[in-house]
């Protein structure tokens, strides 16, 4: 999946693990059935399409 690509792309750059990046709807599937957290951090609701040009074009950025 491109996005999950892009994410760990993302923390590796940052020097970030990106081990815990699990690809997949959270909503369906628990990527960490076996953990229990205290709370969720998200990213703020913006337009979808602006988010999706930026991942492309990173994508492209660093696959080129």
Do not use: W
Not at 49 to 59: E, N, P, S, Y
Request: contains cysteine; aromatic residues 8%; negative net charge.
């Amino acid at each position: 999946d491109e996005a999950c690509a892009v994410c760990k792309s993302d923390m590796l750059i940052k020097g970030d693990e990106a081990d815990n990046i699990r690809q997949g709807d959270t909503f369906t599937q628990d990527g960490f059935e076996k953990e229990q957290f205290d709370y969720i951090l998200a990213n703020l609701p913006l337009n979808g399409a602006i988010q999706q040009l930026a991942a492309r074009k990173l994508f492209h950025r660093l696959c080129s």
